[in-house]
């Protein structure tokens, strides 16, 4: 490949992985519009979610389990896959899902984005990997900006929105039991595959929401209105599957620690698009936030990278 066409490999890289950052902002964009214009449940929609979903990932599990180079799961890593799939996509989305009822989509992205300063404590209490000089100051960057960001919010929601600070809490176990899904996820992709892990995974908990669904709601999935299951297909397409082989292939070209970086875009286009679609404010002191947020995740990033540990920073 002659130096032209890798630098053209390499950009082509770089806007996969931004474009699938951007997809994956807009979940929660579009949670907050199928909320404001109807009147679901937050497992309804989720259940919606998850059903137009499990079709793509059903035929990509089967797809990747059918390539010469499978390999078989072994009784324990069946259970391990449908655990880890199951915190990661259905309780962590469940949380996320329940707390967007709650608190702006800007808020929401930032308090998930803290996502890999808890994979680096979660690693270091449970793996003794031990926290450099530079990822505890990462550290402190981060929270002080959730923090700024967050008493910016609180200023203006708390008057009108008794329920934000239950919001804020449930976004915050939702990144905690999401960091849970990564560090678990580390530990089984070089053992599995990662397309053959993210498919059986995918599945896994899509199947879990829809227990969920069937054992809590009496509510019918063929009863919504039009635009429910327009908002839901979105979410499905647009927010899960497509950008889920996006950020795959901008991994495959451009490798995972620069896709962690292009990936923190993510809460910038959520902030945007949530001025523009939601009419929500920008406050300067939630720029400032943002701003911190994203130079502490960075930090991490780096570390992570001279570690071969880098993780895509988007849920």
Known sequence: MTNKKKTDYFVGGVLIALLGAVCFSTKAILVKLAYRDTSIDAVSLLALRMIFSLPF??????????????VRFTNRQWVLVAFIGCLGYYI???????????VTAAIERLILFVYPTLVLLMSSLFFKEKIKPI?????????????????????????GNRNFMLGSLLIFICAFTYAAYIVGSGRLIPLV???????????????????????????SLFSFSPTVYTYGFLMAVLSTVIPSYLVVQGIKRIGSDNAAIVGSIGPVSTIIMAYFFL??????????????ILVGVLLISQQKRLTNGAHPLEK
Do not use: C, P, R
């Open 57 to 70: 990932f059903l035929v990509s599990a089967v797809v990747s389990s059918s390539k010469q180079t499978n």
């Open 92 to 102: 962590s989305s469940l949380l996320d899902f329940l707390g967007l009822q709650y």
């Open 135 to 159: 990822q505890w100051l990462a550290l402190i960057i981060t929270y002080g900006g959730l923090f700024v960001a967050f008493i910016s919010e609180v200023n203006l929601q708390t008057a």
């Open 193 to 219: 595959g990662a397309s053959k892990f993210n498919s059986y995974a995918m599945s896994f908990a899509s199947v879990g929401v829809l227990v969920h669904f069937f054992f809590t709601s009496e509510i």
């Open 279 to 292: 009419q929500e404010t920008i406050s300067w002191l939630q720029l400032v936030g943002t701003m911190l």
